[in-house]
């Protein structure tokens, strides 16, 4: 039994390595297609007028972004599944504002008004560098899913701190999340729309991290109004000999 439970383990893992490399050289690959293809367009017209030119600009550095942001997807994806959980004092306002200052070449960053809030009655104690990529991922869908022509956007991340746990909530008026997507959301590879950047990775990473944390992830979402994601996690207690930053 234990020998057929472990070559079924073994199928499993072989079947979702195969998945998962298929769809990383696709995610390479295209963008780079993209890009050689616009060089040797653009060698290949002997008048390249500069509205052309800056078309052609524009687009090739619009899939160099796509391809950076699928290696950082792939970095962190390894990164989770490799590194032993840390535990230590962490400062959430700061995560917040390096994870924004991060985010700030995204193109609709500056189109929406940013809030940060935090009630605190205790120290937090978690592991640092993974909620660095929890904020981000999850700052970054904020921005990049606002509806572009709303002058109105906002993004609102409200923290709170207890002696048991974190709860961090990401609130949003975007463009929200179709009710048939909102089951394969934080599924490996899934792109719930077309501006959906990246490997299609990043709430995949999010939830695996939530996880790892022995935390929850729940998602509320409509079209056209925006979404409210909330991420509860267990407050570690420090040792009583541990120093505190």
């Avoid at 769809?23 to 060089?39: E, Q």
């Avoid at 400062?91 to 940060?116: P, Q, T, V």
Wanted: hydrophobic share 35%; with cysteine; proline share 2%.
């Amino acid at each position: 039994m234990d020998f057929i439970k472990t070559t079924e383990q073994l199928r499993k893992v072989n079947g979702e390595l195969d998945t998962f490399t298929y769809n990383v050289t696709h995610n390479l690959r295209s963008p780079l297609a993209t890009i050689k293809g616009l060089v040797n367009l653009s060698r290949s017209e002997k008048h390249l007028d500069m509205e052309t030119f800056h078309r052609y600009f524009d687009l090739i550095n619009q899939n160099i972004i796509k391809l950076d942001q699928s290696l950082s997807e792939i970095v962190d994806f390894s990164t989770n599944a490799r590194s032993e959980i840390v535990y230590e004092q962490v400062d959430l306002e700061w995560i917040y504002k390096n994870s924004m200052e991060s985010l700030a070449s995204l193109k609709l960053y500056g189109r929406c008004e940013k809030h940060f809030s935090i009630e605190s009655s205790a120290i937090a104690v978690c592991d640092h560098a993974r909620l660095v990529v929890l904020f981000r991922n999850m700052l970054a869908n904020c921005i990049n899913f606002q509806k572009e022509n709303d002058t109105k956007s906002f993004i609102h991340t409200h923290v709170q701190v207890t002696s048991k746990m974190i709860q961090i909530e990401f609130t949003d008026n975007g463009i929200g999340i179709h009710k048939n997507s909102l089951p394969n959301l934080f599924s490996m590879f899934y792109r719930g729309t077309e501006k959906s950047k990246g490997a299609g990775l990043g709430l995949y990473i999010t939830k695996n991290i939530v996880e790892k944390l022995q935390g929850t992830i729940t998602v509320s979402s409509s079209e056209q109004t925006g979404s409210t994601f909330v991420v509860t996690l267990p407050n570690i207690p420090l040792p009583k000999n541990a120093e505190l930053n």
